[in-house]
């Protein structure tokens, strides 16, 4: 099921195939957001919603935004993890974003703001 202009239901599936796909529409437009500030480059859902089993599986943290359809961990195409982190913590729709080697971290979470790794 198509969720927004650039944005599909299964890119946001769980891994371990359960079919969990639930995402909060507000993380959908919050990527929107950050895609068009990126200048419309493709992005990747390396990991979106993720069930209980699978995120404990992977080693997430016990109240993972994953499993709550709040985060995305993404890649933008010929964009640097740091790169994404500054331009998403710049719109302010995020309210959790962490930068790793090869991915961003990105969540809506309710109750404060988080940042780390730039």
């Known amino acids: 099921m198509q969720l927004s202009e650039n944005f599909a239901s299964h890119e946001f599936a769980c891994k371990c195939g359960c079919g969990a796909d639930s995402i909060e529409p507000a993380l959908v437009?919050?990527?929107?957001?950050?895609?068009?500030?990126?200048?419309?480059?493709?992005?990747?859902?390396?990991?979106g919603r993720r069930c209980v089993h699978h995120n404990?599986?992977?080693?997430?943290?016990?109240?993972s935004q994953h499993t709550i359809g709040r985060a995305a961990d993404v890649v933008f195409a010929g964009v640097p993890p740091v790169a994404v982190g500054w331009v998403a913590r710049s719109l302010g729709c995020f309210s959790g974003i962490k930068v790793y080697d090869s991915?961003?971290?990105?969540?809506?979470?309710?109750?404060?703001?988080?940042?780390?790794?730039f």
């Open 29 to 47: 437009e919050a990527l929107e957001d950050l895609r068009a500030a990126l200048g419309g480059r493709p992005a990747y859902i390396s990991s």
């Open 56 to 63: 404990q599986a992977i080693g997430g943290a016990l109240d």
């Open 103 to 117: 991915w961003t971290h990105l969540d809506i979470r309710r109750g404060g703001r988080w940042y780390a790794g």
